[in-house]
């Protein structure tokens, strides 16, 4: 197939590859630092080999399924810009909720709350909440080095202190106490057909294995020890765990067990209180 040589051509292009016009424009502005206004202009004109070689790249990607956060390299998150790699999840709106159920909990929770997000991932609920509530201590564990990499270069950028460890759950945190404790753990049962389609994404952010709920578990085995009285644990889990993850949160002694909906309605992030 010849190869287009103007950005209008190109963006045909991408359509014809199965790429929204959205996505289309995104990836034309990313790659040249122009925007759309500026593109509604100068459409017509040869462009620079590499500027094509670049896009016709990112559209082969694109549309051989990677998320767009990966090809572009970032992703908006709670208003801010993290970058992100496939050594992390993208962060998702549905995650959001998570943080603005967090953010409501904060004002009872004293001046300067501890906060843990375990399975932090590119940072994005650690670094949401440090921004918005910026006297909170803001702790963030990854198992994975490279993941932890990632956050760790987003706070520094966004100029967000957070503690960042490297843990599996609660090994490197040991006799420390949060007044809030939040994740957005690996969920997906092991044997959920949705799986196969988010194959560009670190499998173990996804699936915990079996039955999708041995992260919770885990981390509700921790909060004797490490939940301070009167604080709150939040997780964000799929559209149709609430009930087993309301009532893990129940068997742990929690109370005030309740849950929250996301944008699409579905119930989504479950919490509950330390007597
Ligand atoms: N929200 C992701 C999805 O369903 C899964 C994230 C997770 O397992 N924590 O695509």
Avoid at 77 to 94: E, I, K, S
Avoid at 188 to 195: G, M, R, T
Avoid at 244 to 265: C, F, H, I, K
């Amino acid at each position: 197939m010849t190869r287009p040589r103007t950005a209008d051509g190109l963006l045909h292009h991408a359509r014809a590859l199965g790429l929204d016009r959205w996505e289309a424009q995104r990836l034309l502005e990313h790659l040249s630092g122009h925007n759309r206004t500026w593109w509604v202009m100068h459409g017509d004109e040869p462009l620079a080999e590499a500027l094509i070689d670049a896009f016709w790249h990112a559209c082969q990607r694109r549309s051989a399924g990677e998320p767009l956060a990966y090809v572009v390299g970032e992703q908006e998150f709670h208003g801010l810009t993290l970058q992100v790699t496939p050594a992390v999840l993208v962060p998702r709106p549905d995650t959001e909720t998570l943080v603005d159920w967090a953010l409501t909990c904060l004002p009872a929770l004293g001046p300067r709350p501890r906060i843990v997000d375990l399975g932090t991932g590119s940072g994005a609920i650690a670094l949401a909440l440090r921004h918005r509530w910026p006297s909170a201590e803001v702790v963030a564990v990854d198992i994975s080095a490279e993941a932890l990499a990632v956050a760790q270069g987003n706070g520094a950028r966004l100029g967000l202190p957070v503690d960042w460890r490297l843990s599996h759950w609660w090994d490197a945190l040991a006799g420390e106490r949060f007044d809030l404790i939040v994740s957005n753990p690996p969920y997906i049962a092991e044997d959920d057909p949705h799986l196969p389609g988010l194959r560009h994404e670190p499998l173990g952010a996804l699936t915990p294995g079996g039955d999708g709920l041995d992260a919770y578990r885990h981390i509700l085995a921790g909060v004797g020890e490490h939940l301070a009285p009167g604080g709150w644990v939040l997780f964000e889990h799929g559209w149709d765990q609430a009930p087993a993850v309301q009532t893990l949160l129940t068997q742990a002694s929690l109370r005030n067990v309740q849950s929250r909906a996301d944008l699409a309605g579905h119930l989504r992030c479950s919490g509950g209180q330390n007597p």
